[in-house]
């Protein structure tokens, strides 16, 4: 019989190294979310929103979520909805405030 404590005679089986995660028979409170970048997660209507030009998103279906999307660095703009990522400015050029562009 295989035993949790060490003991000096070998056991008929291998011991447990890590508890197992076995599904729960009941629901989560948390809802099962499945999003793309660019998108955040709404906890009020429990749906994906799309980010805004100059504003991105990563998901990666793990929590936490985003919950907002966030404004491009400085110096970095976007000029599409739903975007995972920023384009660098050209040299010499500055983001708008609203980085949906660059300028001199």
Do not use: M, W
């Amino acid at each position: 019989v295989p035993t949790l404590v060490p003991t000096s005679i070998p056991t008929s089986s291998p011991q447990p190294t890590a508890p197992r995660h076995i599904p729960s028979r009941f629901p989560t409170p948390s809802p099962t979310v499945s999003c793309v970048d660019g998108t955040y997660y709404s906890n009020d209507d429990n749906s994906c929103i799309s980010c805004s030009i100059g504003y991105y998103s990563f998901f990666n279906n793990n929590p936490p979520y985003p919950t907002q999307c966030t404004l491009c660095p400085a110096g970095k703009y976007n000029t599409q909805i739903e975007a995972s990522t920023c384009i660098d400015c050209d040299i010499g050029k500055l983001s708008s405030s609203d980085r949906s562009h660059c300028k001199d």
